[in-house]
């Protein structure tokens, strides 16, 4: 038995779609449902943010999850097994139209709900800043004053320009990646492997 944490959210369509060719059988979460058990696999539907927490403490064996997640939880330790190459997204410093932000400052300020990645892209550069963590409207925050720029998440960027933000710098693209448990990986590994080997030649044949 092999048990998957697969994403809520944005991603989560394609990825059920996904394993449900490798499967050639529907994975369907209804009527609210957050488990479910098609031949020998167990599928979890868990928030984005949780599926690395899921698989490094060994509930799931395998996982997918965004890059930039992954980044994120610096805690969660897991194997990176493939790219998915969906789900694609930038992670951009973006500030108010007009007000760039002013790196001459002792400290800058920053609003972000990603703490770790913001905070690794302003040391290696050297500069100053305070994080200020925030979980949902980050556009909000220049605009009120409450930070000079802000660190988020982008699709097409027009959330961005509907409340008159600009994208300064592109910090890092992302997609989809297939991850796996440590200990998942060796005790279950034929099975893993051959999971990412057809994983891998579908997404070949689909971009053919």
């Given at each position: 038995m092999l048990t998957i944490a697969l994403p809520k959210g944005r991603v989560s369509d394609e990825t059920l779609?996904?394993?449900?060719?490798?499967l050639h059988k529907d994975i369907l979460f209804n009527d609210r449902k957050l488990i479910v058990e098609i031949e020998d696999f167990t599928f979890l539907l868990v928030r984005n943010q949780d599926v690395p927490t899921y698989v490094y403490y060994g509930v799931a064996d395998l996982g997918?999850?965004?890059l930039d997640v992954l980044e994120e939880r610096i805690?969660?330790?897991?194997?990176?097994l493939l790219n998915l190459n969906i789900g694609k997204c930038k992670v951009v410093l973006g500030s108010e139209c007009g007000k760039p932000i002013d790196y001459l400052k002792p400290?800058?300020?920053i609003a972000t709900k990603m703490v770790n990645i913001t905070q690794?892209?302003?040391s290696t550069r050297a500069i100053a800043v305070d994080v200020i963590k925030l979980y949902g409207s980050i556009e909000l925050a220049p605009l009120v004053n409450l930070a000079d720029g802000i660190v988020d998440i982008v699709e097409t960027g027009n959330t961005m320009k509907q409340n008159?933000?600009?994208i300064d710098e592109i910090i890092m693209e992302s997609s989809a990646y297939l991850i796996a448990n440590s200990n998942s990986f060796y005790a279950k590994k034929d099975r893993i492997l051959e999971l990412q080997h057809n994983l891998k030649t579908l997404l070949t044949n689909i971009k053919q």
């Open positions: 779609a996904l394993f449900s060719k490798i997918v999850a965004g805690d969660a330790d897991v194997v990176r400290r800058i300020k690794n892209f302003f008159n933000l600009q």
